[in-house]
C-alpha cells in the first residue's frame, strides 16, 4: 500500500520517471511472489512423484496432492487480465530444477519410512524422468 501511496505522490509531481520505476518494481515483486507459491507447489508435486517411483505404489491421497499441485500451479502461473503465463515451459522446468532438492530431501523423510537418506534415495529413483513427467503433467493441465 505504501508503494501505491508513493507512486501517487510522483504522479501528483510530475515525477513520471520515478512513478514508472516504482511500477517496474512492483511488477517484479508480485511476479516474484507468483513465481515463489509456483515453486511450492512444485515441490510438493515432485514430492509425491519421487515418493510414487520409490516405492512402486500410489496412495488416493498421494493421487489428490498431485491434482491439487496441478490445479494451483496452473491456476498461479496463469496471467489473467494480461493473457500468457508468468513462467513459461523452459522457465517452467527451471522451477522443477529449483524445487527438486527440497522436494527430495521431504520425501527422504516419507518414502519408505524414512529408511532412506537423501542420497541414498536420489540412487533409486529416475530425477530426469520425475522432472519431465512433472513439466509434462503441468504443460496438459
Known sequence: M?????????????????????????????KDDKISKIESYLEILLLHLIKQQAEKRTTRSWNVSIKNAIDRIGYTNKRRKAGGFYLARKELYE?????????????????????????QLARMIDEKQIKET????????
Open 134 to 141: 512433472a513439466l509434462e503433467i503441468i504443460a496438459i493441465n
Open 2 to 30: 505504501e508503494e501505491l501511496l508513493e507512486i501517487r505522490s510522483c504522479i501528483q509531481d510530475g515525477h513520471y520517471a520515478e512513478a514508472l520505476n516504482l511500477i517496474g518494481e512492483m511488477e517484479e515483486m508480485s
Open 95 to 119: 522451477a522443477i530444477e529449483e524445487s527438486w532438492t527440497l522436494a527430495l530431501r521431504r520425501a527422504s523423510l516419507e518414502t519408505l519410512e524414512g529408511r532412506y537418506d537423501e542420497s
